[in-house]
């Protein structure tokens, strides 16, 4: 019996070489560079809100990839000067942007690179976005300054309004007169007096602007 013990380790031990050799054999595959999967790097859609205030620019952003060609983190590295086109970029290429993983050891391996989004209104062809409406805001009887409501004025106001964090609003321009003065500074008068919703990046409030309609009709 312990003959039969002795032989069966010693052969175990001559069969270890082997089979470590048969498993740690050395890679021949070379490396491979970081590669864009081309079909998933489409253009974000325009936001409705930057076509209605004609936003434009470009967003650099820094990309971390994972080892599946999925990105980890998108962050800003140069903004495009506005806080939705900004956003926008981030959330589409973590959504569907997708890469091949640079293989180096023959193993898929983490890399970083950085991309650029242009945001560009007449190269757009997000339809939806460029035939949306802004905000629209119906002012009531009550709100009419009384000499524009015994003139029976009417008319519609554009407004760019300027959003703190706090939903504050802190400026309020005229883009698009009513034709009237007094309801075109009516309009302004009320809007700051109203809580607004600021937007958000990465979590975040910021500030932003926005465009808003005000209608005064009379019954």
Request: aromatic letters at 6%; hydrophobic letters at 45%.
């Amino acid at each position: 019996m312990r003959l039969r013990f002795w032989l069966a380790g010693a052969l175990a031990v001559l069969a270890a070489p082997a089979y470590a050799a048969a498993t740690d054999a050395p890679c021949t595959t070379p490396d491979q560079p970081l590669r864009p999967l081309v079909a998933t790097h489409t253009q974000p859609p325009y936001p409705q809100m930057s076509v209605m205030t004609k936003e434009e620019g470009n967003t650099i952003l820094a990309v971390s990839i994972g080892a599946d060609g999925v990105p980890t983190d998108v962050a800003i590295k140069t903004s495009s000067g506005s806080v939705r086109l900004d956003q926008a970029a981030i959330d589409h290429v973590k959504a569907n942007w997708r890469w091949n993983a640079p293989v180096v050891n023959c193993q898929p391996a983490l890399a970083k690179t950085a991309v650029s989004i242009q945001w560009s209104l007449h190269q757009s062809n997000d339809t939806a976005a460029m035939q949306a409406a802004p905000p629209t805001i119906i002012m009531q009887a009550k709100d009419y300054p009384p000499e524009a409501l015994a003139k029976h004025e009417q008319g519609t106001v554009g407004l760019t309004i300027y959003v703190l964090t706090t939903g504050q609003v802190v400026m309020a321009r005229v883009f698009q007169s009513s034709g009237f003065p007094d309801l075109d500074a009516k309009s302004q008068e009320m809007v700051k007096t109203w809580h607004w919703s600021p937007a958000s990046l990465d979590g975040h409030a910021v500030n932003t602007a926005l465009v808003v309609m005000s209608v005064w009709k009379l019954p």
